[in-house]
């Protein structure tokens, strides 16, 4: 039985595939980038594999020869793959001949960009609307359209329902699993990234529990935009001897290739009626269910509003900040399928703030506030409206994203969605 997941980013290949030569799916180890380009492909070369290599090696033309689409798994593990993609696109630009799939930035870089010949897909874990967990009845082209529609729909999730999911995470292998396994998976994941994946990309390190304790200091700072001083202050509290900055730096640097770390930047837009603007992005891992698994939390605790892990100062419970997390995740599934960037908005005085700013190419916007609550009041929308009067027709839509159970429009005009009715 095919046990494949569809996702949203399937549509998006499918459209690309049709009209470009050559597509690189991008993203973090585990999200499914290769069973999604396997159900595509003519022909595999599985740079991971020893025996691919040796032959590649010794003839490396032939990773561009076979019945497209040609699939080459794991391209940054020998990087000039990408070069004769590029090259065997300039002498034949018909469409869909090549797919690419990488699980990190190599650290050798192509001698060319690719730009023109090679077009990058983002791929990240599941988004809520992937998961099976009911019908997602509002989607997020239709809060980009301006026209303010109707919203609609019903969910059975709980706030425990959600506790959940970010625990499980999105990765697809995880979704049938028992508890027990769930945990050795993420575990595991975790421990290669520090054991093993840091020395594939040539990045020797010397103390690997203070790499772990800055990851888990970054975890930590989920949904914030606390300082990289204050995390890596964080990392070892109460000792004298912090980790060099540039070791820390460094250390971001990688997770950044393997994209682990995916941060929302600020929202800077070029209209004067928004002024004093903070420019610090809100720290972001691939999957909740990392930061979960590094601060040794579990659903019962986050429901319990039980802290853990070093002191970050934060807004809230973590499970707010959590849920935020995933919600953050879900939207730029969401926003990518629609062509539209996500970002978040601060004042540098923190007196306004909205959670995600999801910015079409026609630079109008939705903003969305995310809030660890089933009902919504005057306070969960004072920066929506002030939004409004700031920028007028350029807010295509406001709303909030719940934990509740009914989609629907205030009287003022601001949506209320449930996390899992929102779909691209």
Do not use: C
Not at 255 to 281: F, G, H
């Amino acid at each position: 039985m095919d046990s494949y997941i569809a996702r949203i980013v399937d549509g998006e290949l499918d459209e690309l595939i049709a009209g470009l030569p050559a597509i690189s799916i991008e993203g973090p180890r585990a999200v499914g980038k290769t069973e999604t380009a396997l159900r595509r492909a003519g022909t595999v070369y599985r740079l991971d594999d020893a025996r691919h290599q040796e032959i590649v090696r010794a003839e490396p033309g032939r990773l561009v020869t076979g019945e497209p689409p040609i699939l080459i798994d794991e391209w940054q593990r020998m990087p000039y793959s990408w070069d004769l993609v590029r090259r065997a696109v300039d002498r034949d630009t018909a469409a869909g001949r090549f797919l690419l799939t990488g699980s990190a930035a190599p650290t050798e870089a192509p001698t060319h960009s690719g730009a023109g010949r090679i077009v990058t897909v983002r791929m990240r874990p599941l988004s809520l609307a992937e998961r099976g967990l009911g019908e997602a009845t509002v989607s997020l082209s239709g809060l980009l359209s301006g026209k303010r529609p109707p919203l609609e729909g019903h969910s059975d999730m709980r706030l425990t329902d959600y506790a959940s999911e970010i625990v499980r995470s999105g990765f697809p292998a995880t979704r049938t699993l028992p508890w027990r396994m769930v945990r050795a998976q993420l575990d595991g994941y975790i421990d290669r990234i520090v054991e093993h994946d840091f020395s594939d990309l040539g990045r020797s390190v010397r103390d690997r529990r203070s790499l772990r304790s800055w990851m888990t200091a970054f975890a930590a700072a989920t949904s914030t935009s606390a300082s990289y001083a204050t995390i890596r202050g964080a990392a070892t509290p109460g000792e004298p001897d912090k980790p060099a900055q540039s070791t820390t730096i460094a250390y971001r640097r990688v997770l950044e290739q393997l994209w682990m770390i995916e941060e929302v930047p600020a929202w800077l837009p070029t209209s004067n009626r928004l002024t004093r603007l903070a420019a610090s992005p809100v720290h972001q891992l691939a999957d909740p269910a990392l930061a979960a698994r590094l601060l040794g939390t579990d659903v019962d605790a986050l429901v319990d509003g039980v802290d853990a892990g070093p002191a970050v100062p934060r807004d809230g419970t973590l499970l707010g900040a959590l849920f935020e997390s995933l919600v953050t995740l879900s939207v730029r599934v969401y926003a990518q399928a629609n062509e539209a960037r996500v970002s978040h908005l601060r004042t540098r005085a923190g007196e306004r703030e909205i959670d995600l700013i999801v910015e079409g190419a026609d630079g109008r916007v939705v903003a969305l506030e995310v809030k660890l609550s089933a009902l919504t009041d005057e306070d969960d929308v004072r920066h929506l409206h002030w939004l409004a009067g700031r920028i007028g027709p350029n807010l295509l839509d406001a709303a909030v994203i719940t934990t509740g159970r009914e989609a629907y429009r205030r009287r003022d005009g601001i949506g209320v969605i449930p996390a899992a009715l929102l779909t691209a």
